[in-house]
């Protein structure tokens, strides 16, 4: 039995269950947590299904959450979607229900969960679930929201199928969730959409970005900047894939002053492979699109060093 199998054959057994996402959510990580769940919903319509996390920082175009008591949990299935590691976990209530599955597409670096489905080949988690109710539409049942959460994912992982994760099956699928007739250009609009207060931020983003003669890029947003273009750190991750627009740029790094006075960092190369960094400095993720954390700036100056270095020995 493939992991595939044995996820279905697990959610066919429980009355209840109830999905998670990882903190501040993106576009994947709503549309495979929602979409599995109404792709659930459809298709056993007598099980009690949850999503669960709290604030969707911004999305709510895509989805809202449900409030679950602890009660809840007692006897339930529990499903993580799109979240590497266990502390990244939106609502730290899912190890309390009877079984736990998780899946991601992200490198399995810190496992948890009784049943674990990673695919770090797919472009996106939505992308896994997708072929999920692909291979079981004798059981599975897609209807119109279920697949406009799912391309939403999958659209906002691959910036609109231009990221090099996009694969045949991952435009094989797109084309398939099309098919449901909900408005596509709708979801691209509103994912590529920014306020007017991130438009300015991008400016000084592209005035302020520092590019070494390697092609090695960074830039640092502190507190005192984002106040004064009114803007928050989720809104920050809209601004991450700007210095790739550049020609000469072939890794970087946006660094994030927190209320807290770390700095979170987003990291993004067009070859050299990054995730390894990120892995050092109290993060993770993809070879070409990572997340960090520095300290201070003495941290935020060495993994800009450790870019450089990635970029030479590429």
């Not at 911004?58 to 979607?81: E, N």
């Not at 590529?192 to 438009?199: F, G, R, T, W």
Request: with cysteine; glycine share 8%; hydrophobic share 40%.
């Amino acid at each position: 039995m493939n992991v595939q199998e044995e996820i279905l054959q697990t959610i066919q057994r429980y009355q209840t269950i109830i999905i998670h996402r990882h903190q501040r959510p993106d576009p994947d990580a709503l549309g495979s947590q929602v979409g599995l769940a109404e792709i659930l919903r459809n298709s056993f319509p007598d099980k009690t299904i949850y999503q669960v996390g709290g604030p969707v920082e911004g999305l709510d175009y895509l989805a809202q959450m449900h409030t679950v008591t602890d009660d809840d949990y007692q006897g339930a299935l529990v499903i993580v979607t799109d979240t590497a590691n266990a502390p990244r976990v939106s609502d730290q209530r899912y190890d309390k229900g009877a079984k736990l599955i998780k899946i991601d597409h992200h490198p399995n670096d810190e496992p948890y969960g009784d049943i674990v489905w990673v695919n770090t080949q797919a472009s996106s988690c939505s992308e896994m679930i997708a072929a999920f109710w692909s291979g079981h539409q004798e059981i599975l049942k897609m209807n119109k929201e279920a697949a406009r959460l799912l391309y939403a994912g999958i659209v906002g992982d691959t910036g609109r199928f231009l990221y090099p994760a996009t694969t045949a099956t991952t435009l094989r699928l797109a084309a398939d969730l099309l098919d449901f007739g909900f408005d596509a250009p709708k979801i691209n609009r509103q994912i590529d959409q920014i306020s007017s207060s991130v438009a300015r931020l991008s400016g000084y983003v592209y005035e302020h970005l520092e590019v070494d003669e390697i092609g090695a890029g960074k830039v640092i947003l502190s507190q005192e900047l984002q106040q004064s273009f009114g803007v928050v750190d989720s809104e920050t991750s809209a601004i991450v894939s700007l210095p790739g627009k550049i020609e000469d740029v072939l890794a970087w790094a946006i660094f994030v002053e927190q209320p807290e006075g770390y700095y979170r960092v987003r990291m993004r190369s067009k070859g050299p492979v990054i995730n390894e960094i990120a892995k050092r400095h109290h993060g993770g993720g993809h070879p070409l699109a990572s997340g960090a954390n520095a300290a201070d700036l003495e941290e935020v100056a060495e993994i800009y060093q450790e870019i450089q270095e990635a970029i030479r020995q590429a």
